[in-house]
């Protein structure tokens, strides 16, 4: 995704020798003078203020501490403003951490625990008596926010389950396969044969206007969203993230944000020509002698699917039996008033039919 530089901010870090809040330009402390530690951090300010440019001129990457005294220097310093001491191999601070979003909203201002003055929130120190001001406890809002955890399924719950599913699925098989043998006569049969009529009906779809089928009698296009890209392209606004801070390591931190476009292309309904059932022809009875029902096909009309349903219900005492034979053949055995030995499952279903002697 690319980054956006926005500008930079002077950071701010506290001394860890006197507490005192300093800008991040300031190598030494302002109320102490120590040095600024390697292992003292940046941080951003209550309300940072965006400029353009970096601020400092010569701005020369993360600065340096000396490996003698370790005073903080400038990344292209030769020798320790405060000692001397050689700065070649000296290590440099870390930079390119986030530090957090930037927000340019208006913080509230902080009352002086020593005076009680108001004070602006980018105030290091009261303006009416010089007493240092805590830090603002804004900068909370996080950059990216960490994965939730996916909850866990307890281990002997998901044992349990599994266990219930299986006794469940062996009792339905059970019922299903284990089977009596009942005489019984036949009492009924009926049978049904259908053609479905099929005809060119335009049919409503909708599609990207490039993904169009030739034939397509387009009704009607809209901008949809699309994809992301990460360039500027036609029909394309840009969504940018939330602005944040990166260490520079020498003070300033870089407010930058992550931009992509979306693009949006022209979405549009149609209608095509398909075949579709449009009617369809029955012929019913209830003897054994089935029969496919008359096809007059129009101009524009076409035979569709064919299906056949056959139904045989049988009398045992009081209880009745349906019973549906896969074909015509097998449909014409089953004379009204023969007897047959069922075999039916605990569910009341005829798994088979053999004629009794
Ligand atoms: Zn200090
Ligand atoms: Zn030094
Ligand atoms: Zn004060």
Redesign the pocket.
């Known amino acids: 995704m690319p980054q956006e530089e926005l500008g930079y901010v002077e950071l701010e870090w506290t001394c860890q020798n006197c507490g005192t809040r300093n800008p991040g330009s300031r190598k030494n402390c302002a109320s102490c003078g120590a040095a600024m530690h390697a292992q003292t951090q940046f941080e951003l300010p209550a309300q940072p203020e965006l400029v353009k440019d970096h601020p400092a001129a010569d701005a020369a990457g993360p600065d340096v501490a000396c490996p003698y005294c370790g005073t903080r220097n400038a990344g292209n310093a030769t020798v320790c403003k405060q000692c001397g001491g050689d700065l070649k191999g000296a290590q440099a601070r870390m930079a390119g951490g986030i530090l957090g979003a930037f927000d340019a909203a208006p913080q509230a201002a902080i009352q002086?625990?020593?005076?009680?003055?108001q004070?602006p929130a980018t105030a290091l120190k009261?303006?009416?008596?010089?007493?240092r001001l805590p830090r603002p406890k804004t900068q909370t809002a996080a950059v990216t926010p960490a994965a939730a955890p996916a909850p866990s399924i307890p281990r002997a719950w998901l044992i349990g389950g599994i266990a219930v599913a299986l006794v469940l699925c062996i009792g339905v098989m059970l019922l299903v396969f284990r089977t009596s043998d009942t005489r019984a006569t036949v009492n009924d049969v009926n049978w049904q044969r259908t053609i479905a009529i099929m005809a060119l009906m335009p049919v409503r779809d909708a599609t990207w206007q490039d993904q169009l089928p030739t034939d397509a009698n387009v009704l009607g296009c809209e901008l949809k969203d699309r994809r992301y890209s990460d360039v500027a392209e036609p029909n394309s606004k840009k969504i940018c993230g939330t602005p944040y801070v990166i260490d520079q390591g020498d003070g300033f931190g870089k407010t930058v944000q992550d931009c992509q476009y979306l693009v949006q292309a022209p979405y549009c309904t149609f209608t095509r020509l398909q075949w579709t059932v449009t009617d369809t022809v029955a012929a019913r009875g209830a003897d054994l002698n089935p029969y496919w029902p008359a096809l007059t096909l129009q101009d524009q009309q076409r035979e569709g699917n064919r299906a056949e349903d056959f139904r045989v219900e049988f009398v045992s005492g009081n209880q009745r039996y349906t019973y549906n034979p896969a074909t015509a053949q097998e449909f014409a055995k089953y004379q009204i008033g023969s007897q047959w030995i069922l075999k039916v499952n605990a569910l009341g279903s005829v798994v088979e039919a053999t004629r009794a002697e």
Do not use: R, Y
């Open positions: 002086c625990a020593a005076c009680g003055t004070n009261c303006s009416s008596c010089g007493a």
